[in-house]
Each structure stands twice: as C-alpha cells, then as structure tokens.
C-alpha cells in the first residue's frame, strides 16, 4: 500500500533552517510527482512548491522563492524540503502530498493528491 | 493566480441533515477542482477530483458537482463521522494548485 512518511517535529530559533523529508514507498517512487503543503496553526493550506522526483526539476511558490529547496533522494525514495530564514510565521504542519492524474481526450490531464504524508510540525520560536 | 472563496466558511447541522458547501473560483477552471475532507490533528483525504470524481472508497453520501467558477460539495445525509473542515483546491493552473479558505462543518 502507497505510504508517505515524513520526519518528526522540529523546534528551530528564528534565522535557521529546516529540513523535513518524505519516505514513499508501495509504488514507483519516480512515476508520481510530489507536492509540499503547510498549514499554520488554525489556518487554512498553503501550497509550496512540486518535485518530479524523477529529475528533480522543481517549481515554488512565489511566496517561498529564494528560501525553499525541495530535493530527492530516489536510492532511498525520499523527498525533502528544507526552508530557511526560519521566522515565527513559519511555524506550521509541512505536508508531503502525491499527485495522480487521469487522462481527458482534448483537455489537460485531471490531477489530484491523491494520498498524504502525516504531517510534520516546524515550531518557529526564540 | 487563480482565488477561491468558499461560503459559508463555518455551518452548524445535524446528524441526517442535507450539506450543501459552494467554492467559487476568481476566474474560470472548467471542472479542475478536488474537495478534501480533514479532521482535527490529521492530513487531507481525498473525497472529490474533476469536480464530481468520487475517490475511490468514499461514501455514495459525498457527491460534487459545477463549471467554470461555480461548485458543490453535497453531503446528502450528514452523518457523525462528517464532522469535519472541507476544501475546495483548483488544479487548473498547473503546478499552482491553490487551496480554498475551508469550511469547518459543526455539531448543532
């Protein structure tokens, strides 16, 4: 069964970086896009960037340019995103989310995310 | 970038009520849209993608539908386990694929 698994909670002072990683596993780990999702506490979800864990070609946010960096690891089928210039309004739930898609004759692809990671809590505080 | 508002943003029902949760979007997205159901302390599960898609091993009692910039996620019995906040998410303008603001469904 398709299972995303992600690191633990991290406690980080304001200025540093945090790095949360995504274990996939029970499917081809370079077949399906990765999406990465935040949610501050009480708050709605926040997209913030895809990998394509095959080559590694990423797009972000305009919001998290120049302070995120999603990366892939496909020996172990790990997906990582680290940000940096942590501030408090980062603390937040980062979620890893596969995305499938069904083929539509004459349109674009219908896409979905189809399966989650848990969650990992970054605490942001001094 | 494409804007979802979702309404109401909060309802009050009961168990066996009808649910009716409308997203709108700032410009037209034919039927790129997904709904994702999340309890407390949890990720999002798919219920809904193409706009009335249901998911794989969701309930009948779940259903979508709309166009363009209007749609609803339809709860036709509401039933305990619903008790939940939902999101509407627009997969049109790839790889943007924005959230609504969520609507949070309450015990009356």
């Known amino acids: 069964q398709v299972q995303l698994v992600q690191s633990g909670a991290e406690v980080k002072k304001p200025g540093a970086s945090v790095k949360v990683s995504c274990k996939a596993s029970?499917?081809?780990?370079?077949?399906?896009?990765m999406h990465w999702v935040r949610q501050a506490p009480g708050q709605g979800l926040e997209w913030m960037g895809i990998?394509?864990?095959?080559?590694?070609?990423?797009s972000y946010a305009q919001k998290f340019q120049g302070r995120v960096t999603m990366t892939r690891d496909t020996s172990t089928s790990t997906v990582y995103m680290e940000l940096s210039s942590l501030r408090s309004e980062d603390t937040a739930v980062y979620y890893c989310?596969?995305?499938?898609?069904?083929?539509?004759?004459?349109?674009?692809?219908?896409?979905?995310?189809?399966?989650w990671g848990q969650g990992t809590l970054v605490t942001v505080s001094s | 970038d494409i804007q979802l508002t979702q309404s109401p943003s909060f309802l009050s029902a009961s168990v066996g009520d009808r649910v009716t949760i409308t997203c709108r979007a700032s410009?037209?997205?034919?039927?790129?849209l997904a709904w994702y159901q999340q309890k407390p302390g949890k990720a999002p599960k798919l219920l809904i993608y193409?706009?009335?898609t249901l998911q794989s091993g969701v309930p009948s009692r779940f259903s979508g539908s709309g166009s363009g910039t209007e749609f609803t996620l339809t709860i036709s019995s509401l039933q305990p386990e619903d008790f939940a906040t939902y999101y509407c998410?627009?997969?049109?303008?790839?790889?943007?694929?924005?959230f609504g603001p969520g609507t949070k469904v309450d015990i009356k």
């Open positions: 989310a596969r995305v499938d898609w069904i083929a539509v004759a004459g349109t674009e692809p219908q896409y979905y995310f189809d399966y």
């Open positions: 029970g499917y081809t780990f370079t077949s399906y896009y």
């Open positions: 990998i394509n864990p095959s080559g590694g070609s990423t």
């Open positions: 410009q037209g997205i034919s039927s790129y």
């Open positions: 193409a706009a009335s």
């Open positions: 998410q627009q997969l049109n303008s790839y790889p943007l694929f924005t």
